[in-house]
């Protein structure tokens, strides 16, 4: 372990990847981290049964609710990990789905690694994966999608790097997977639009994967930004847009053993 001047140990950060809700899809890897786990920094969509592995002398913090105006900003919570590790703590952030596809794993890192704090990054089950199982769309297939990009549909205020080229995303060939893209659903879908995907291209709107309560709301391209607005439909959800989401329609869904 390393440690400080003096001889005091620096504790351990692991940024764990939670799934997207079935506390079931959790890594064996992620359950080891838990258990070791002296402070917990969790996301609130995360299942809050994975607490249920943490040592009870463990602190647990909830990051708050960003749809509810009580999130912790993310300089915060690199301070936090970085003092808790310095303080000689084993940190366990947890995030939803998988810490790197725009689970900011990788600036939390960067952060880390500046400051000198051991780090693990543990992969998770990210929500357009599970979809494929839980809400039987297979996001590739070899009839019709030979390709799947994942693509953000909420980009930062103060973003500085190249815009998405939706021309080039609307010739795509395969599916197109937007995650954060409700609020923004008639900006993108628009651009697909005129960049000359088809407006009847099939959507399906997934939200809540793997919960009890997961929904799948079955669309065009054309509608879905309708859609949204007219049903309030909510996060968080992942959007899937090809010919696959019309296929899934057969295949059903998975549903756990009782």
Known sequence: MTSLPGGKPIGKVYLVG????????????????????????????????????VPASAERICLGHPHLGRAVQQDEINHRLVEAAWQ????????????????????????????????ESVPGVTAAMAAASYAGIPITHRDYAPAVALITGHRRCDNAGPELDYQALAVFPGTLVFYMG????????????????????????????????QQTIRTTLAEVADR?????????????????AEAGKAEGGRRKAE
């Open 18 to 53: 939670a799934g997207p809700g079935d506390p079931d899809l959790i890594t064996v890897r992620g359950q080891q981290c838990l258990a070791r786990a002296e402070l917990v920094l969790y996301d609130y969509l995360v299942n809050p049964e994975l607490l249920n592995g």
């Open 182 to 213: 409700m609020t923004t659903s008639r900006q993108w879908s628009e651009a697909l639009i005129h960049g000359g995907r088809r407006s009847d291209t099939p959507v399906a709107i997934v939200r809540r994967v793997t919960w009890p309560d």
């Open 228 to 244: 949204i607005e007219r049903d309030g439909i909510r996060p968080p959800a992942v959007i899937i847009v090809g010919e696959v």
């Open 88 to 119: 000689g703590k084993t940190v366990v952030r947890l995030k939803s789905g998988d810490p790197h596809l725009f689970g900011r794993g990788a600036e939390e890192a960067e952060v880390l690694r500046a400051a000198g704090i051991p780090f």
